[in-house]
């Protein structure tokens, strides 16, 4: 497992709060498995790192990081942003899409 200021230099994460600490030992133990993760905290506190981070440490690392910004995406409309759709699946679907997941797993 990676060490703590090893992760910090190479992600350049400054600071030595314990909370800082605890969310990245929890970001690089859970780089090597399946689990969602959810990051909360303020604005500006570096949430985007953490994604960045286990990304990097995971055996996904050689496909593309893709990060999306869910807010700015039609309500209703995610599932197909994320996933795809098939041609005629709802109004307007008038070709078959294959979206963010499937280009993350290139
Ligand atoms: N501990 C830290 N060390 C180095 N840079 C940091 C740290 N915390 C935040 N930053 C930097 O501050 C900036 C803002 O961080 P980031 O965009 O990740 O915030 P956020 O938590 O996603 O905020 P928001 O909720 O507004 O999206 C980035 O450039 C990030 O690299
Ligand atoms: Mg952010």
């Given at each position: 497992?990676?060490?703590?200021?090893?992760?910090?230099?190479?992600?350049?994460?400054?600071?030595?709060?314990?909370?800082?600490?605890?969310?990245?030992?929890?970001?690089?133990?859970?780089?090597?498995?399946?689990?969602?993760?959810?990051?909360?905290?303020?604005?500006?506190?570096?949430k985007e790192s953490?994604?960045?981070?286990?990304?990097?440490?995971?055996?996904?690392?050689?496909?593309?990081?893709?990060?999306?910004?869910?807010?700015?995406?039609?309500?209703?409309?995610?599932?197909?942003?994320?996933?795809?759709?098939?041609?005629?699946?709802?109004?307007?679907?008038?070709?078959?899409?294959?979206?963010?997941?499937?280009?993350?797993?290139?």
């Amino acid at each position: 497992m990676e060490n703590l200021q090893t992760v910090k230099q190479r992600f350049g994460i400054i600071g030595n709060d314990v909370q800082l600490s605890r969310a990245l030992e929890k970001a690089v133990r859970v780089s090597p498995t399946d689990i969602s993760v959810l990051v909360t905290g303020e604005s500006g506190v570096g949430k985007e790192s953490i994604p960045k981070i286990i990304h990097q440490l995971s055996h996904r690392k050689h496909a593309k990081y893709i990060a999306v910004n869910c807010g700015a995406i039609p309500e209703g409309t995610i599932d197909s942003e994320l996933f795809g759709h098939e041609k005629g699946a709802f109004t307007g679907a008038s070709a078959c899409l294959l979206y963010t997941s499937d280009a993350a797993d290139e």
